[in-house]
């Protein structure tokens, strides 16, 4: 079984569950989930975790993404994407410097309402089933944050645009709302999820390209280790704290033999463990045994005065 994370590039016309099914024929494995739904019509970055790195999954999700979208101004749709059905059509008589403006307001925390055609539950139901049946329920605006937007390019009545947002950020909403900001409407024409946290579309591989890697016994080379996803220090256990760190027990600082910390020139540097100072307690570690086999990542207790584990990974390094 596999055991990572590979940076898939969905494209378009497959759900986000499809390219996981699709997944599961090529690397004959059934353990394998994805990291946040991408809408079938749009494509990009999709980071897929194998094996014991789907307890990776929700860390994933919570990252900062970044995408690119085109905005097609005068039209709304019952799905906020021109894959819907067209609601009103307004003429669109604004100027480049107008659409500058509008976009520029976005910048920062905004409450944004969820669309209708989501997978977000209300009383136990997907909001996108209650839609397909012609209901419509309230919503409560939730709170997401915009770190970058920039207007790529105006070619009325469509705009580029590229978002780094929180997660929880709807781009397709986003579009509505800046065609309600520019008093014209406004729904996506085409997204592209350039990035997630660390993971790059032109580092990303399609589902084609992954099966003829798998054929060519390559896919170790596309699979990123679970402790790669993480920037703590490398700590070994020491000999009378090997079994503890097995179970997944607390230890304390002396117990590491050695604790490895990677400079700014990325060389690491080797401290033994009863020499790490207070400074150095703030954040996680990644926590080995005496031999090497990397066993999940432990976070500080200040009150006990000991590491806890905060993610396990047994059986990643058998």
């Not at 054929?215 to 993480?230: C, G, K, Q, S, T």
């Amino acid at each position: 079984m596999y055991h990572g994370v590979i940076n898939v590039y969905k494209e378009p016309g497959f759900t986000s569950h499809d390219v996981v099914a699709k997944l599961r024929g090529i690397l004959r494995q059934k353990k394998i989930g994805h990291t946040g739904t991408l809408d079938p019509a749009a494509e990009g970055v999709l980071p897929v975790c194998l094996g014991q790195a789907t307890r990776l999954c929700d860390l994933l999700t919570d990252k900062d993404k970044t995408y690119q979208a085109v905005l097609l101004l005068g039209r709304e749709t019952d799905t906020q994407d021109t894959t819907g059905r067209i609601t009103a059509e307004y003429p669109v008589k604004v100027s480049e410097e107008d659409v500058r403006k509008a976009a520029a307001s976005f910048l920062g925390d905004y409450m944004q309402l969820p669309p209708m055609y989501s997978a977000l539950k209300v009383d136990g139901k997907k909001l996108y089933d209650l839609a397909r049946q012609g209901k419509e329920v309230e919503r409560q605006p939730r709170k997401v944050r915009i770190l970058e937007i920039s207007v790529d390019w105006v070619e009325l009545p469509r705009v580029g645009l590229t978002v780094t947002c929180s997660k929880g950020t709807y781009i397709r909403t986003l579009c509505y709302d800046l065609g309600q900001a520019l008093g014209c409407g406004g729904c996506m024409e085409h997204l592209k999820r350039t990035r997630v946290e660390r993971f790059k579309a032109e580092d990303s591989f399609t589902l084609s390209q992954i099966e003829a890697l798998r054929d060519e016994d390559r896919i170790p080379e596309i699979l990123i280790p679970v402790e790669a996803m993480f920037d703590g220090p490398k700590a070994y256990a020491g000999e009378a704290a090997d079994h503890l760190v097995r179970n997944g027990n607390p230890v304390r600082t002396e117990d590491f033999s050695r604790i490895l910390f990677a400079g700014q020139d990325g060389a690491e540097k080797e401290i033994c463990g009863a020499a790490v100072g207070k400074a150095a307690l703030a954040g996680l570690l990644r926590v080995y045994t005496k031999d090497g086999g990397f066993l999940g990542v432990y976070e500080f207790d200040a009150k006990r005065d000991w590491w806890k584990p905060k993610k396990m990974f047994p059986g990643v390094t058998e």
